[in-house]
């Protein structure tokens, strides 16, 4: 869609200015207007296209936090999964896991047991079962495909999985808009303007169209994630010099198809190598294994899995699942992101706090009014993050602060009291075969019938768009235009890669895009050339995921 930025952009009487529209920026976009602020949320890219969507899409309380007796983010976290369960049940899903325990492990099965009973004890209202332990036969029986070799027993417990994080920040950016909210993708901010030693708006560019705007409001919110300090190094009286918040580490996945010995639920192993946590998870039909956690100071633009990376996780999953016998040439794609976490030079990478800070550049040196900047965080917690930091832009703005309704009020496509309900009537009148009425639910939840109104004058969009005989991918016509109009896409890529989900599918959408773009090409006005050009675009971003169809098509840039 050719999205233009409003003509009174510069003189519109914003309450907010929320500068990155990852899961942090659009949930706080969305609890402040849902609290009656006028938001201007604006990304340099797309929605969700930082490190969000490079999570391992874990819902989770973070067992390992409990090491570093950080209780309350641990409760924090486990509330809020308790919370996105039910207002998300289209997008979080509980999901189990097993602890394997090994004689090599630097943790053992007391530390274990204990440290799960906390965490059973820190979710008290807890909608998914208790933990339980196995001994070897038990656990080799549950999970034929694991290790024997000095196993002693596992761990089991419950916690949850979003599939599709990025669909989270979509539909938080939704719903801010359906509040009233005006969110601008590709408009990247270069300029906070100071006046009498506050800000009162940005600069930024028109990405994709040329030109430059300004948006004034009297807070600014810098939840850039990884992005803080570059946003902060253009602050007028910021300079080179001033202290650094960010410290990020690199985290890398890989995606493979099931593979022998592949486990049931998800694993929670410690490396063999440097006694780390990883998952080996199920995931969209296929296996995410990950993540690496190594101090970054590379481009932040594109984070490229490492081979010794590559290497690391396929022979740490070989040796517990040994008739796995992974190489790198059954990985389909891999991605990697950078933690946002706080600025902390020295010591283990794990050990840097996974909290959230809500920095008032007010109360430190050199005081500047009226801005925040959001330091770390989880995904779990962006909705908690979201509702203390428009608190506090209401004690900033000197009114009253009205509650919260995030923890009540579903996000737009798990607006149902009864998801299971709605899914079977769906299914029974969407004429959908049952593959792709599923794939529509839980991509869109309640708003799957919107998605198929596309479709009213032109039929053949409800027919996926690759070839019948791969019905995996399963994307229909309907979906591309549902995520121009009405999901704030841009460009063929936010289609693909956060709408649609194709991109992140085993041929990570190379068997469709051109499809996908002659669906625009029809529908939305684009030209063959702007259709052409976007193809390339696309294909050009997704060689930083190493696919294995690249590697098949074109040996010589695997
Ligand atoms: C490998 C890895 C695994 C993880 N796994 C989990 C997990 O399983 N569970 C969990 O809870 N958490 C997990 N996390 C943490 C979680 O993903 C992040 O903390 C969270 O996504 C950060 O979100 P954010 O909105 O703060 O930042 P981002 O998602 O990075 O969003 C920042 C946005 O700011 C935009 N931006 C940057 N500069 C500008 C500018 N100048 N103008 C306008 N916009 C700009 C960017 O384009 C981006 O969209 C993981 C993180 C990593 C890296």
Redesign the pocket.
């Known amino acids: 869609m050719d999205r233009q930025i409003p003509q009174d952009i510069s003189i519109r009487p914003f309450d907010v200015i929320v ?7 659009a949930g706080i976009a969305r609890d402040a207007a849902m609290r009656g602020l006028k938001v201007l949320l ?4 797309d ?14 309380g973070g067992l390992r936090y409990l090491e570093h007796y950080e209780f309350s983010l641990v409760r924090e976290s486990l509330k809020d999964r308790e919370i996105l369960l039910r207002t998300a049940p289209h997008l979080v899903r509980p999901l189990g896991f097993l602890v394997p325990i090994y004689e090599y492990m630097e943790h053992g099965r007391v530390m274990i047991q204990l440290g799960m009973m906390a965490y059973d004890a820190l979710s008290i209202e807890k909608s998914v079962e208790r933990h339980s332990i196995f001994d070897r036969d038990q656990t080799l029986e549950r999970e034929p495909g694991l290790n024997p070799e000095g196993l002693k027993g596992a761990a089991f417990y419950y916690d949850a999985q979003a599939e599709y ?1 990025e669909r989270i920040v979509v539909e938080n950016a939704v719903s801010a808009g359906d509040h009233g909210a005006v969110t601008l993708t590709y ?4 300029r906070l303007i100071i006046e009498d030693g506050n800000v009162q708006g940005v600069e ?1 560019e028109d990405v994709l169209r040329g030109g430059r705007h300004t948006a004034r409001a009297p807070v600014t919110i810098n ?5 803080v300090d ?2 902060l190094g253009r602050m007028d009286r910021y300079g080179e010099s001033e202290e650094r918040m960010i410290g990020g580490t ?4 890989l995606i493979v198809d099931p593979f022998p010995g592949a486990p049931q639920t998800a694993l929670y192993v410690e490396a063999r190598e440097n006694s780390r946590p990883y998952f080996i998870v199920p995931w969209n039909g296929r296996y995410l294994i ?2 690496t956690d190594i101090r970054y100071e590379g481009n932040l633009d594109c984070v490229v899995a490492d081979d010794e990376e590559i290497d690391y996780l396929l022979n740490e999953t070989n040796h517990v699942v040994p008739e796995a016998n992974l190489t790198r040439d059954d990985v389909l794609f891999t991605y ?5 976490l706080p600025y902390e030079p020295e010591g283990a990478e794990g050990s840097v706090s996974r909290g959230h800070i809500i920095y008032d550049h007010s109360e430190h040196e050199p005081k500047i009014g009226g801005l925040f900047s ?1 330091i ?7 909705r908690n993050l979201a509702r203390e930091t428009v608190d506090a832009v209401y004690e900033k703005l000197g009114k009253k602060v009205p509650k919260s309704r995030t923890d009540e009020v579903p996000l737009p496509g798990g607006a149902t009291e009864d998801f299971e309900a709605f899914s079977e009537d769906f299914k029974s009148e969407s004429g959908l075969t049952e593959e792709l009425s599923q794939r529509l639910l839980k991509l869109y939840g309640v708003c799957a019938p919107h998605v198929l109104a596309m479709a009213a004058n032109d039929p053949s969009l409800k027919r996926p768009l690759n070839s019948p005989a791969r019905v995996e991918t399963g994307i229909i016509g309907a979906e591309v235009l549902y995520a121009f109009r009405r999901e704030l896409a841009e460009k063929l890529s936010d289609v693909l890669l956060r709408r649609s989900m194709v991109g992140l599918g085993p041929h990570v959408a190379l068997d469709v895009d051109e499809a996908a773009a002659q669906v625009a090409v029809r529908h939305l006005d684009w030209t063959e050339e702007h259709a052409e050009r976007e193809v390339k675009e696309y294909r050009d971003y997704v060689q930083r995921f190493k696919p294995k169809e690249f590697r098949k098509r074109e040996p010589a840039r695997a």
């Open positions: 500068i990155g529209a990852g899961i942090n920026g604006l990304d340099k890219e929605v969700s296209s930082g490190t969000t969507q490079w999570s391992t899409r874990l819902i989770h994080p408009a990247k901010v270069d930024f939840a850039t994630g990884p992005w570059e946003v690199k985290g890398s996945h990950g993540t990697s992101g950078v933690r946002p959001i770390g965080g989880k995904l779990t917690t962006y």
